[in-house]
């Protein structure tokens, strides 16, 4: 991005909170605030992002001096140079910590008097006033929470914006709830529903893809493309925090969501504009076109012991109650959207834990050839590597280099690393949170689309979730692909396995031995 660019992205933030913030950080003792949101707010800070007077503030239960909130929040920060250090000194200085209690007026008083303090010392205009309201925080607490700030800490003076987390609710009817009472304290403009899938570069990157290549535009249906792979990869178990993953499952933890996000963007038609309701309004409608999943169309599974006996199975997780969970650890789900475009393709998620990779990718295969000349030729395959190392590289057929005439298939590959020297990629939190800062929702989910993503997921949830019902699992070890019955799956689906096994990327040798000459 050119430095123009850049500065334009700093001055939007100061122009629209007029040069002055305070954020609320609460929960900032637990684990997603020091991991993710305090990092992404130096991160901020470091470069600029902020507005020139801000002040942090954290907010949890327990009780910690100044000095140990100071070590907790910055533990996970990683200092590249000594410039960094100096900063994070100076970060230090814009930050402060507030214990009180969730569900007690008193203890929210006292918050807004420590802001209201803070803002009088920092000479702050009514306009500057604006809060940021940070939910770090487990689902158990997010009304109370929510009444509280509504109650004793909004102030309409200035903005106010809250950021909530993900679990939001466990099927449509829960969803709708926690949406019902969010709603009746603040508007759906200043609710802003992290995704942090959304906040990926390469999930960022999809819509200009799509919007700005008029060779991806035009082969972008169902008369050019087969079918659709998005897969998320894990290559660790529930390593004792089974008790926490078992009342939700790998759909409700990164498919409902995560992938759905990234499916969404694949197949919405072009928003009228880049504005972010022009936007969203096209991710609602291609999710309302969106069946609800049929039973038929699933796989799930559960991993077991690797076969050396090193790695646990998923029952063995001590922290696990029901020792007899049927809770899927892996799932491969086909969905199908019906409008003009894409009736008829397969869009399959395929999700798992304890797998043999850690990757995140979408493939795009597209239909074979018709009247092909050339035997061997495989299938056109757009990839989008999300992670690790970002790239988007398209598989394609070409002449073996040298006397042969025969096809082979090879890639035109843009590889992040390679490509971009001096490359920073920011964390998705980061690239959220300054969002929020100017105001842009684009990276948001809404309540109307949020209700879309789980009405297509809440009856095969439900059927996973009564045990009268019994589900079909299979079991997959850890450590391996997946369940031995994803193969025939994915093919019952549309995809072409055949010459994929043998390519390798992003190196091709040309020895013989290698290729059938
Ligand atoms: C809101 O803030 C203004 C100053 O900006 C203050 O005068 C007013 O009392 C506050 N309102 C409440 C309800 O706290």
């Known amino acids: 991005m050119s430095t123009s660019a850049i500065q334009q992205i700093r001055d939007q933030v100061q122009h629209e909170l007029h040069g002055a913030v305070t954020i609320v950080v609460l929960g900032a003792s637990g684990d997603l605030a020091k991991k993710k949101t305090y990092p992404a707010l130096f991160g901020l800070f470091k470069n600029g992002f902020l507005p020139s007077n801000t002040h942090i ?81 487990p689902p158990s607490v997010f009304i109370p929470v929510a009444q509280g700030i509504k109650q004793h800490v909004y102030n309409a003076t200035a903005i106010n914006r809250l950021v909530v987390e993900k679990p939001f609710g466990m099927d449509t009817e829960s969803s709708n709830e926690l949406g019902d009472a969010l709603g009746a304290l603040f508007k759906e403009e200043e609710i802003y529903r992290i995704d942090h899938y959304l906040g990926k570069e390469m999930v960022k990157n999809v819509m200009n893809l799509r919007f700005a290549n008029i060779f991806f535009a035009h082969a972008w249906d169902r008369q050019f493309i087969d079918n659709v792979q998005i897969t998320f990869k894990e290559p660790f178990g529930t390593e004792g925090r089974g008790g926490y993953f078992d009342d939700f499952g790998i759909i409700r933890d990164v498919m409902q969501n995560h992938l759905l996000q990234v499916l969404t963007l694949i197949a919405m038609e072009r928003p009228i504009s880049t504005d972010s309701e022009a936007i969203r309004d096209e991710k609602v409608k291609v999710l309302k076109c969106i069946r609800p999943i049929k039973l038929d169309n699933a796989l799930l599974g559960q991993y077991v012991g690797d076969l050396d006996g090193k790695k646990p199975g998923y029952l063995d997780d001590d922290s696990l109650k029901n020792k007899e969970s049927q809770t899927p650890t892996f799932a491969a789900l086909a969905l199908f959207i019906e409008n003009e475009r894409w009736e008829g393709v397969p869009f399959v998620l395929k999700a798992g834990k304890a797998l043999n990779e850690a990757k995140v990718e979408v493939r795009i295969q597209f239909k074979n050839v018709a009247g092909n000349l050339y035997d061997d030729t495989a299938r056109n395959e757009l990839v989008i590597r999300i992670q690790p190392k970002e790239s988007v590289y398209m598989k394609f057929n070409s002449k073996q280099p040298g ?44 309540d109307d689309e949020l209700e879309a993503s789980w009405k297509i997921f809440t009856p095969l949830l439900h059927a996973i979730d009564d045990p009268k019902q019994h589900l079909p699992l299979v079991t997959y070890p850890y450590g391996s692909r997946g369940p031995q019955e994803l193969n025939a799956f994915v093919e019952k689906f549309g995809y072409d396995r055949s010459n994929s096994d043998a390519y390798t990327w992003p190196r091709q040798s040309m020895a013989p031995q290698q290729n059938k000459l």
Do not use: C
């Open 57 to 137: 503030v954290g907010y949890a239960r327990t009780k910690m001096t100044h000095d140990q909130y100071l070590e907790r929040v910055t533990q996970y920060i990683k200092l590249g140079t000594e410039e960094d250090k100096a900063k994070l000194n100076a970060f230090k200085q814009v930050t402060s910590y507030q214990s009180g209690q969730y569900d007690q007026a008193e203890s929210w008083i006292a918050l807004n008097q420590a802001i209201e303090q803070s803002e009088q010392d920092r000479q702050l205009q009514p306009a500057q006033r604006n809060r940021v309201y940070y939910m770090a925080l």
């Open 403 to 446: 006397l042969s005439y025969q096809t082979i298939q090879t890639d035109l590959d843009l590889s992040y690393h390679d490509r971009y020297t001096d490359l920073a990629i920011p964390d998705a939190y980061e690239s959220l949170i300054l969002d929020v800062l100017r105001n842009d929702h684009s990276n948001f989910v809404r």
